[in-house]
C-alpha cells in the first residue's frame, strides 16, 4: 500500500533542515514529517515541491550548534540548548548509526512522549523511517531540549483505560486553562490536583486498547488535540522495533494522551462503535490517500497516512471512518 520514500522526498527533507524544529514561539515545524507521509502516500515529485513551496515561508532558520559545544552543557528540557544537543547527536550518530543512538536515547526520553504535543516522538519516528541520519539528529535534539515529563508513573487496579478517558474528560471539559498552546496547558494540568488524583496508568492497559480508543475519541470529537493522539500512536508503533521496555513505552503514552484529553477542550467525546461497509482494502486506501496528496495541510496528509499504516495493525473501523471524514472536509 505505501511507497518507499523518493529521491526528490528525501531531498527536499533534507533541503529543510536549514529550518529550525520550531518557529512563531513554539509552534511545531512539520514540513519533513509532511514530505514523509506524502512520499509513502505516493505523491509524485511535483506534489512534494508545491507543498515544500508552500510549507517554508513560515519557518524560522536552525539555531546553530557550535563547533566547540559540550554535550555535557545540555540540559534536558533546557530549550536554549538545542544546538547543544544537536551537536552531540550529530556525533553519535555519525559513531553509531541511527537505530544505535536511538535505543540509547529512548530510555531517557520516555517519560517525555508528551514532549511539543507528540511532534517530537513524530519527527524522530519518521526521521528513523526515511534512514536520515542528519535528520535523526535534529529529531532528538527538539525532543532533548523540549523535553516535557508528566511526573512518576503509577499503576492502579481501580479502574480501566476508558473509565478514565470519561473522568479526565469530566474533570476539564470546562476547565479555564490560563492563556497557551498545548504545551502550556499540559505545565499547567500537571500542578492541578484533581489531575494529580486521576494520572494512575490502569494495570491492564495495552497497546491495542489505546489505539481503540485514541480513534474512537477523535472521531467522535474532530479534536484537533486528540488527533496528534492517532498521528504520536502511530509514531510510537513505528518506533517500536527500536524501544526496549515496550510496556513503559505504552504507560508513558496513556499518562501523554490522558494529559492530551485533560487540555483537548473538546466539546463531547463517545465510545459508540463505527460499522463501516465494505471493509477497506488496501486499493480503497491508496484511493484514499492519493486524494490527500494535493492538500497542504500537513495535519491532514499525516492524520490520513496514520490511520493507514494503524489499519494493518488494528483492524477497527473508525481508522476508514476518520480518513472519509476527514476528505469529505478537505480544503485542497
Not at 61 to 67: E, G, K, L, N
Request: hydrophobic share 40%; with cysteine.
Amino acid at each position: 500500500m505505501f511507497q518507499s520514500i523518493s529521491p526528490k522526498a528525501l531531498q527536499l527533507i533534507r533541503q529543510g533542515q536549514q529550518f529550525d524544529p520550531s518557529y512563531q514561539g513554539g509552534l511545531s515545524n512539520h514540513l519533513p514529517m509532511a514530505l514523509a507521509a506524502l512520499s509513502f502516500s505516493g505523491a509524485t515529485d511535483f506534489q512534494l515541491e508545491a507543498f515544500y513551496r508552500h510549507y517554508i515561508p513560515r519557518l524560522e532558520p536552525i539555531r546553530q550548534a557550535s563547533s566547540t559545544a559540550k554535550s555535557g552543557t545540555a540540559i534536558l528540557g533546557n530549550k536554549q540548548h538545542f544546538p547543544y544537543f544537536l551537536h552531540a547527536y550529530r556525533q553519535q550518530v555519525e559513531k553509531e548509526g541511527i537505530e544505535q543512538t536511538v535505543k540509547n536515547a529512548i530510555p531517557q526520553l520516555l517519560p517525555g512522549l508528551a514532549t511539543a504535543a507528540f511532534h517530537a516522538l513524530i519527527r524522530l519516528s519518521y526521521a528513523v523511517q526515511v534512514q536520515d541520519k542528519a535528520e535523526t539528529a535534529i529529531a532528538l535534539a527538539y525532543w532533548s531540549s523540549e523535553f516535557q515529563p508528566l511526573g512518576d508513573l503509577e499503576i492502579t487496579h481501580k479502574y480501566q483505560g476508558l473509565e478514565q478517558a470519561q473522568m479526565a474528560f469530566g474533570h476539564f471539559k470546562d476547565y479555564s486553562f490560563q492563556p497557551g498552546n498545548i504545551v502550556d496547558r499540559i505545565d499547567q494540568l500537571t500542578r492541578i490536583p484533581e489531575y494529580q488524583a486521576i494520572s494512575a496508568i490502569p494495570a491492564d492497559l495495552t497497546f491495542e486498547a489505546i489505539a481503540q480508543t485514541s480513534i474512537r475519541l477523535y472521531l467522535a470529537s474532530g479534536n484537533f488535540t486528540l488527533l496528534h493522539g492517532v498521528t504520536g500512536l502511530q509514531a510510537l508503533h513505528a518506533l517500536m522495533p527500536l524501544i526496549g521496555q515496550k510496556g513503559l513505552a505504552v504507560n508513558y503514552f496513556w499518562q501523554s494522551y490522558i494529559a492530551a484529553l485533560c487540555v483537548s477542550r473538546a466539546n463531547s467525546i463517545s465510545m459508540k462503535v463505527v460499522q463501516t461497509s465494505p471493509l477497506a482494502s488496501n486499493e480503497q486506501w491508496k484511493i484514499w490517500l492519493g486524494q490527500t496528496l494535493s492538500n497542504k495541510d500537513d495535519h491532514v496528509v499525516k492524520l490520513a497516512y496514520s490511520c493507514a499504516y494503524l489499519h494493518q495493525y488494528f483492524s477497527l473501523p473508525e481508522y476508514p471512518a476518520a480518513v472519509n471524514a476527514l476528505l469529505a472536509h478537505q480544503v485542497v
